[in-house]
């Protein structure tokens, strides 16, 4: 299994994978930032490509941004109360030989995510 970096975002409020979700990568330095990449979510709620390629993969500490007011705001379910609006994840990879997979369950009012595989 090569090295790389990728996602999956999964829509509890509505069943199904969040279609159209901006997500943006940073890479972390203490408090400086820099944006790495900004991609939308497919039809299966994952990216095209990976966030980081096997030749892309450094250690390090990465936040990934994922848009879910946006998302929520053009559902067809009426969110007008809706609670979160941009979800940090800030992580390390420790290894970069090694694939990291970081998911996002969503709703309007909460989410969760995990280190996946």
Same mark, same amino acid.
């Given at each position: 299994?090569? @090295?790389?970096?990728s996602t999956?975002?999964l829509?509890t409020a509505?069943?199904?994978?969040?279609?159209?979700?901006?997500?943006?990568l940073?890479?972390?330095?203490?408090?400086?930032k820099?944006?790495?990449?900004?991609? &939308?979510t497919?039809a299966?709620?994952r990216?095209?490509l990976?966030l980081?390629s096997s030749?892309?993969?450094? @250690?390090?500490?990465?936040?990934l941004?994922?848009? &879910?007011?946006?998302?929520?705001?053009?559902?067809?379910i009426?969110?007008?109360n809706?609670?979160?609006d941009?979800?940090?994840?800030?992580f390390t990879i @420790?290894?970069a030989?090694?694939?990291y997979?970081?998911?996002?369950?969503?709703?309007?009012?909460?989410?969760?995510?995990?280190r996946?595989s």
């Open positions: 299994m090569s @090295a790389k970096l999956h975002v829509d509505n069943g199904c994978p969040a279609r159209n979700m901006k997500i943006e940073w890479s972390r330095d203490g408090d400086r820099c944006l790495l990449k900004s991609l &939308v497919n299966d709620g990216t095209d990976p980081l030749s892309e993969m450094k @250690a390090g500490e990465y936040e941004v994922f848009f &879910v007011g946006d998302y929520f705001s053009k559902s067809t009426d969110f007008r809706r609670f979160l941009k979800v940090p994840v800030r @420790a290894d030989k090694v694939p997979h970081v998911p996002l369950l969503c709703s309007p009012f909460s989410y969760s995510t995990y996946g």
